[in-house]
């Protein structure tokens, strides 16, 4: 019997371990999605380039595109 419960203890033991390291994974997950939403917005901020014109002079097309 004091086998078993040696075992169950050491069992109980990981449970908490793992129990801890997924709580400690969801926290930070949240985290970091609470972290980088923030930057999401500054994409909405740069304009995007015209498209690149390959028509007359493509050189000076491309350096404005550039």
């Given at each position: 019997?004091?086998?078993?419960?040696?075992?169950?203890?050491?069992?109980?033991?990981?449970?908490?371990?793992?129990?801890?390291?997924?709580?400690?994974?969801?926290?930070?997950?949240?985290?970091?999605?609470?972290?980088t939403a923030p930057n999401l917005n500054m994409a909405s901020a740069v304009n995007m380039p015209?498209?690149?014109?390959?028509?007359?002079?493509?050189?000076?097309?491309?350096?404005?595109?550039?």
């Amino acid at each position: 019997m004091l086998e078993i419960a040696k075992i169950m203890a050491a069992e109980n033991t990981e449970c908490e371990k793992l129990s801890a390291a997924r709580k400690a994974d969801a926290i930070m997950t949240k985290r970091n999605a609470q972290i980088t939403a923030p930057n999401l917005n500054m994409a909405s901020a740069v304009n995007m380039p015209a498209p690149l014109t390959l028509t007359g002079n493509i050189a000076a097309h491309w350096k404005a595109f550039k």
